[in-house]
């Protein structure tokens, strides 16, 4: 399968996702595992599963508002939770010196991370 016949990411369909990251269509990338970039690359790692795990908590609570099934307290508890979260891996990228397009890894067919 080409890359322009390839299934849309949306597809629902367990194979098409299987094929989509099959390694003959993701790009190659090399990890450098030395001493000195293994602190920065596992930092950079665990900011980016952080981040991708807040937006999507993010959407679901935006949906949960909008559906109503959040109280007005819960969903300002979840704001609060939310901005703290943010302020947190702010420090962090700061620390590792990161910037927000570092976490933005390419998935190849599947495009930007985040």
């Given amino acids: 399968m080409s890359r322009c016949e390839m299934p849309a990411p949306e597809s629902r369909n367990l194979g098409d996702f299987a094929r989509i990251l099959s390694p003959e269509t993701l790009p190659a990338q090399r990890v450098e595992l030395g001493q000195e970039n293994l602190a920065n690359g596992l930092g950079k790692l665990v900011l980016t599963l952080v981040e991708l795990i807040r937006e999507l908590l993010e959407r679901q609570a935006l949906r949960r508002i909008e559906a ?14 939310f901005l703290k979260l943010s302020q947190e891996v702010q420090r962090l990228k700061k620390e590792f010196g990161l910037e927000k397009e570092d976490l933005n890894i390419d998935l190849g067919p599947l495009g930007k991370l985040l």
Avoid at 68 to 81: F, K, V
């Fill in 68 to 81: 109503g099934s959040l109280t007005d307290a819960e969903a300002e508890r979840l704001g609060i939770a």
